[in-house]
């Protein structure tokens, strides 16, 4: 017997391919905290212990030249540029070794953070959750195949607002690398197509206010842009 839903089927969270017409199905966002030695010590975190993981809703996904509405509850919203690996295939307790099999493609993304209400998340010792998980918050770029550009494992990732130069590092200066990071997600869950990984911001990170024009890139990859009302 064919199953009919109560509701209309809400519309399935996408990020393009660049160059085509083709789009990569967006399944859940796990974003990888600490993973960038700069950014750790800029948030006064202790730099010793390793990044984990937290997650982002699929349908926070926003297209590059978005406008985003400043979220509710902050008055200190600030930008992470990153790394996006995209999945096209998984499974549990992945090997390193066969990791970057599992990688469809990479983009550039953006960890949009309420830092004031993640910070006072971790003093209460309470979730991330409405610091991190809110309408819009993980803009991304179009993605590029790993069969064209294969796995990048140096490039220069950077993030402008108004022009000004805001962060300014190397995908190289992680922590933990794409291989390495999708082995350790695989342990805490199975990963699976659909799949993205935020894996981390450089050093830079700040506040952005109404009006701002975001400008960001890795170099060879893709670059991002959108603005706040």
Known sequence: MSTSFVIAPPAQPQIPVAGTTQAFPVRRIWCVGRNYLEHIRELGNDERQPPFFFAKHADMVAADGAVIPYPPLTKDMHHEVELVVALKSGGADIDPSRALDH???????????????????????????????????????????????????????????????????????????????????????????????????????????????????????????????
């Open 103 to 229: 990688v469809y493609g990479y983009g550039v993304g953006v960890d949009l953070t309420r830092r004031d209400l993640q910070m006072a998340s971790r003093k209460k010792e309470q979730p991330w959750e409405i610091g991190k998980s809110f309408d819009q918050g993980a803009p991304c770029g179009a993605l590029r195949p790993a069969a064209e550009i294969g796995h990048p494992d140096k490039a220069r990732i950077w993030l402008k607002v108004n022009g000004e130069m805001r962060q300014d590092g190397d995908i190289a200066q992680m922590i933990w690398n794409t291989a390495e990071i999708i082995a350790k997600l695989s342990q805490q869950v199975s990963v699976g197509a659909g799949d993205v990984i935020m894996t981390g911001t450089p050093a830079g990170v700040a506040a952005l206010a109404k009006g701002d024009a975001v400008a960001c890139g890795i170099d060879g990859i893709g670059t991002l842009n959108f603005s706040i009302k």
